[in-house]
């Protein structure tokens, strides 16, 4: 697990140096093909129940799953770039909504609240704890700022496949919640809307967009549970828990 998510990780913080205006979702998403391949691994993301592409690149009011294709990046725009990545028998996963260039205060301010979020998230991911805990964490700073969790799409567990047991929702949904238990991994992953919380799904069957068309942003990390604090396994720098990070 470690490695595949550290080279996830690699590979993600290449395509953010890689972005600039003017190059079209396509052109990231095979720039991404590329360094997955001469990283030894594989996208985790092609072929999952027929999707089509290697990474998700969600532009703007694109919340996830994003389809690469023609659509061109402009300066202002926020991207989320969300990586998966097939090493060794696991999986990696993590996301994160950059800007093309800069962009405008709220945009940043959105991106700035997600990113928050996830990391109140990651802190709850205790032994002991349940996935509620991460929840109402990630709900709470959300909702704090004045944005909207998305409530269709939620966390999961990532080991040897992409989506394992158990669901980790960005909210509290009142259901029961299984207690979090060390040598778990978990993806961690808030998408959050600037605007109403109701997203809708395109006719390409995979890309998701706000119901109003504001903006959206995504962080995501793959988070070990220990038998102590949580260990970010897709951090760049892999620091020794998430509460140092």
């Not at 504001?214 to 949580?230: I, R």
Request: aromatic residues 6%; proline residues 4%.
């Amino acid at each position: 697990m470690r490695k595949a998510c550290q080279v996830a990780s690699l590979v993600l913080q290449e395509i953010i140096d890689y972005l600039k205006p003017g190059q079209t979702t396509r052109d990231v998403d095979e720039f991404a093909a590329r360094r997955i391949l001469q990283h030894g691994g594989r996208s985790a993301f092609l072929g999952y129940k027929k999707y089509p592409s290697n990474t998700c690149i969600s532009v703007n009011e694109q919340v996830v799953h994003g389809v690469a294709g023609g659509r061109r990046l402009m300066f202002g725009d926020i991207v989320s770039l969300d990586v998966g990545v097939s090493y060794g028998g696991f999986i990696g996963d993590l996301a994160r909504t950059v800007s093309v260039g800069g962009c405008a205060v709220e945009a940043q301010r959105l991106m700035d609240a997600t990113e928050q979020a996830l990391y109140m998230g990651v802190a709850q991911a205790m032994p002991g704890n349940r996935v509620s805990d991460i929840s109402r964490a990630v709900q709470q700073c959300v909702e704090g700022h004045g944005f909207n969790v998305v409530r269709e799409f939620v966390g999961h567990g990532v080991g040897r496949s992409m989506h394992e047991d158990p669901q980790v929702p960005n909210f509290v949904d009142g259901k029961s919640s299984p207690k979090l238990r060390p040598g778990m991994t978990i993806a961690i992953e808030p998408m959050v809307n600037a605007g109403v919380a109701a997203v809708k799904v395109l006719n390409d069957g995979w890309t998701v967009v706000t119901e109003d068309g504001s903006l959206s942003s995504h962080f995501e990390h793959t988070v070990l549970v220990t038998d102590g604090e949580p260990e970010i396994l897709t951090w760049h720098e892999q620091p020794t828990s998430a509460l140092r990070a």
